[in-house]
């Protein structure tokens, strides 16, 4: 099966829901590189819909919100919620993960799996943003690497 996105770009696009979107999107763009592609700013200051890119990939950002029972928030709970758990958590790759650890924990962000030498190849850490979402970050690029090799 191949991509049917025109762009040739990522067509899976992980959506983020933050309590204060601003800061988020902020902060995501400070530490790890992001640049903003769209941000919907609300008459009532929450975030409806945010794109940030980051090479190939992107990922959507919102602000969290109540609903009638249809909004997508209805559906998915923040880490504080369901005890600082997640059920799944982006991977960004990156060209340096010491210098993206070094600024993630001048900033805020809570470090929870140590940088270390992945034996599948690369370097990489995982980390919780300001508001509990767990990243892990490092240089394995599986688009590179041939499988089945580090």
């Known amino acids: 099966m191949t991509s049917s996105v025109a762009s040739g770009k990522s067509?899976?696009?992980?959506?983020?829901?933050y309590r204060d979107?601003?800061?988020?999107?902020?902060?995501?763009?400070?530490?790890?590189?992001?640049?903003r592609h769209l941000v919907v700013q609300g008459a009532d200051g929450l975030i409806p819909h945010a794109q940030l890119v980051h090479g190939g990939g992107m990922i959507m950002?919102?602000?969290v919100r109540g609903g009638d029972g249809s909004d997508y928030g209805n559906f998915v709970r923040q880490p504080d919620?369901?005890?600082g758990f997640e059920t799944q958590t982006?991977?960004?790759?990156?060209h340096d993960a010491d210098e993206v650890y070094r600024r993630v924990l001048a900033d805020g962000?809570?470090?929870?799996?140590?940088?270390?030498?992945?034996?599948?190849?690369?370097?990489?850490?995982g980390?919780?943003?300001p508001e509990g979402r767990f990243w892990y970050v490092g240089t394995y690029d599986p688009w590179v690497t041939e499988p089945g090799t580090p």
């Open 11 to 17: 067509s899976l696009i992980p959506c983020l829901r």
């Open 21 to 35: 979107a601003p800061a988020a999107i902020d902060w995501l763009c400070r530490n790890l590189g992001f640049e």
């Open 61 to 63: 950002v919102g602000s």
């Open 81 to 83: 919620e369901v005890g």
């Open 90 to 94: 982006p991977y960004l790759v990156v």
């Open 109 to 125: 962000g809570t470090i929870i799996m140590e940088i270390k030498d992945e034996e599948y190849g690369g370097r990489g850490f």
């Open 127 to 129: 980390f919780r943003d």
